[in-house]
């Protein structure tokens, strides 16, 4: 996953049916003395609006928690869309524009507090280690760094199969990936885990070799190749969002049809398009151990 330079502005036709991170708030600096707890917190995904129901299909998203032991205050760290899942998975066709449209930016959210009861209900909410001060305002300073420079969210991990040692074209960035990343930064400073079991969800699309097509430029501007522009188009058509149940499910006979009966896939990824050759089982959705870190520095007294 390619990092860039610096973030750009946002686009106001992309809105969020939600607000991205309403009560945000910057980083506090920590005393260095400080001993900072650190949890593991996990939910399943938009729990707060249908409680349980993706958590059967082991759809999670993943956060961590802080809790000051000379405050008593806590905080919640997380990664997430800044316009929702579908906006980041498929693009806009907007009229009178060649090219897709995306509103594909991630962003890390910080706010004071852990809701206990979202986090427990139907999820976790664990100790995973203890920090000191001096840890956090390191991380802080590398969360500030990745948040500036990883700015794409990315929902599909593509594979060559469902084998653990299979090749993998593509990795996602999403939620979990920024709490893997911070759990090894904080492994690197020193920070010492409990050995617990830890899981994390991924949606796998299935692949023979990607091709690479191009990039927005190529494809669809004035010497692009009209041809796989409108072929692009058009496999995105069905994935727009719905206002009718009627239509909703003629769109759905139209993804089948191109991704299972002809193996058909248009990736979007570091600004550039790919086509996969798709293959059995298609696409899964796994819900798999990736063990807490070890770091390779002592701890900082802690």
């Known amino acids: 996953h390619r990092r860039f330079d610096y973030r750009p502005k946002t686009d106001p036709y992309c809105q969020a049916r939600y607000t991205f ?4 708030s910057a980083i506090p600096v920590m005393k260095e003395e400080d001993a900072i707890e650190v949890y593991r917190l996990q939910a399943p995904v938009w729990e707060f609006k249908y409680g349980d129901l993706l958590g059967h299909l082991k759809i999670m998203h993943d956060a961590v928690g802080f809790k000051s032991s000379l405050t008593g205050k806590n905080y919640t760290m997380e990664w997430y869309e800044l316009f929702q899942l579908g906006n980041c998975t498929f693009p806009h066709l907007r009229p009178g524009m060649d090219a897709p449209f995306w509103c594909n930016q ?3 959210c910080f706010y004071e507090g852990i809701d206990d009861p979202h ?6 909410l664990v100790l995973v280690t203890t920090i000191s001060g001096t840890m956090f305002n390191e991380m802080a300073k590398w969360v500030k760094y990745d948040n500036d420079t990883g700015i794409y969210y990315e929902t599909w991990t593509v ?3 469902p084998d653990k040692q299979s090749i993998v074209w593509f990795d996602s960035y999403e939620c979990s ?3 893997l990343r911070t759990y090894q930064k904080l492994a690197d400073l020193g920070a010492v885990f409990k050995k617990i079991q830890t899981n994390y969800t991924s949606i796998i699309l299935f692949s023979g070799e990607p091709v690479y097509l191009g990039n927005e430029t190529s494809i669809f501007g004035p010497q692009g190749n009209k041809t796989l522009a409108a072929t692009i188009r058009d496999f995105y058509y069905p994935f727009k969002p719905h206002q ?3 239509e ?3 769109d759905l006979l139209k993804i089948i049809d191109r991704v299972i009966l002809n193996g058909q896939f248009y990736l979007f990824y570091n600004l550039e398009y790919w086509f996969l050759p798709m293959k059995f089982p298609y696409l899964k959705i796994i819900y798999e151990e990736v063990p807490l870190p070890t770091g390779n520095k002592t701890s900082f007294g802690v």
């Open 21 to 24: 991170c309403p009560t945000g």
């Open 106 to 108: 991630g962003a890390a």
């Open 119 to 124: 986090w427990k209900e139907n999820g976790t």
């Open 159 to 161: 594979q060559a199969s």
């Open 177 to 179: 990936k920024f709490i």
């Open 244 to 246: 009718t149940v009627g």
């Open 248 to 250: 909703f499910f003629v």
